[in-house]
């Protein structure tokens, strides 16, 4: 787990959260990151969100997992969105590009937030 990864769990942790709390304060403290007017830190932000995001596939792809299938194949369908942005922001982080992977990170909390 990479260490901004760590920090968000153990911070989240320390709040008291668990399960989809829990994973809706990872997206948030990634969209903080990518917010960042400092370059180095949103480039950890797109890190971390990438590292998210990988685990959200892996999850969307693991066949115990109970979501309805068209929610899955719409999360998986915004995670390859989410990718090809992340590749593009690596090497040209433009505001537009940060801001839009924030914004998506966070309303996938809002809604980890309203089924919690």
């Known amino acids: 787990m990479g260490s901004s990864a760590y920090t968000a769990y153990t911070k989240s942790r320390n709040l008291g959260l668990s399960g989809r709390a829990l994973e809706a304060e990872a ?3 990634a969209a903080r990151s990518l917010d960042s007017k400092r370059t180095a830190l949103a480039i950890k932000g797109l890190r971390f969100t990438h590292s998210l995001w990988t685990i959200l596939q892996a999850e969307l792809l693991n066949p115990a997992n109970s979501l309805p299938e068209n929610l899955k194949t719409d999360l998986l369908s915004l995670s390859a969105f989410v990718d090809r942005e992340i590749t593009r922001a690596l090497t040209d982080p433009t505001p537009g590009r940060l ?11 809002a809604g980890l937030f309203a089924v919690h």
């Open 27 to 29: 997206f948030l403290e």
């Open 99 to 109: 801001k839009t992977l924030s914004d998506i990170n966070r309303n996938l909390a």
